[in-house]
């Protein structure tokens, strides 16, 4: 159930950028400070990105609150030096 929570709190994140990009790029050109921000709160589609946000925000919190400790604890805090250990090679493989 948890990473059904994640994946909705994935989801509903990217609805948001989108529903919001596509809002805010469909703005007249002369509309800037001011008159965009009250332009983009008249927009239904630019509300229904936060209406998205409100959710995404919802999804992560129920995730993190399902989520059991025993999960954390295989990868807290004693695998943490082999993560850092695989994100460092990870980098310096790439810049050679």
Known sequence: MVIVFALLAALSN?????TQHVAST??????SGWRLVLYLFRDPLWLFGWVALAGAFVFQALALALASSRWYSRCWPANWSSC??????GFTSQSG
């Open 26 to 31: 469909a703005a007249p050109r002369r509309s």
């Open 14 to 18: 990217a609805v948001n950028e989108a």
């Open 84 to 89: 850092w250990y695989c994100a460092g090679s």
